[in-house]
């Protein structure tokens, strides 16, 4: 009989720990929805900070539609990689060259994928484009597009996430 410690994992160890699941169980470690939902709505975060900012920005400067929407996705990138990077520098102690490195990879096809639906919602509602920061289409275009953005790039994160890709990258760093 073997009598060798084994390690024991908890739930909150086994949502972190990304091998060996089966990617088709919902509740299967780190392919779970749970976690897929909490990396999108990270991303999330950082696309409404950087997408509001943009859209005031560009709105009080009387930009164009084109110049503001690039500032906006630009705004939606910068603010979203920030967290992760703020994140795995504070609470993992990792340098800066690596803590880019593995923000890149953590967000880059979720935030996309947010800010493609997002845009091309927006982009697609009739007079959002025109409408300014006070006209509830405006926000209601914008606050239609996150939502369903969230909807598309959650089951996106799933399977990057099951894959050991994408937001799973940062888990061996908490």
């Not at 991303?43 to 084109?66: D, K, Q, S």
């Not at 959002?128 to 289409?137: C, P, R, T």
């Amino acid at each position: 009989m073997d009598h060798t410690a084994r390690p024991t994992s908890t739930p909150a160890d086994a949502e972190y720990d990304h091998r060996g699941h089966d990617e088709h169980t919902p509740t299967g470690g780190g392919s779970s929805w749970r976690t897929a939902s909490q990396a999108t709505l990270h991303c999330l975060t950082g696309c409404v900070i950087g997408e509001i900012l943009g859209m005031a920005i560009g709105t009080a400067l009387l930009w164009g539609n084109v110049p503001t929407m690039v500032l906006a996705i630009a705004l939606a990138f910068l603010f979203g990689y920030s967290f992760t990077l703020y994140a795995v520098r504070r609470k993992a102690g990792v340098g800066l060259k690596a803590s880019i490195r593995i923000a890149l990879a953590a967000d880059t096809v979720s935030i996309a994928v947010m800010e493609l639906v997002d845009n091309g919602i927006i982009a697609l509602t009739p007079g959002a484009m025109d409408a300014e920061l006070s006209d509830g289409l405006f926000w209601g275009a914008l606050l239609g597009g996150f939502a369903v953005a969230f909807l598309i790039t959650t089951p996106v994160n799933k399977w990057m996430i099951g894959r050991g890709k994408g937001h799973a990258v940062v888990h061996a760093y908490h």
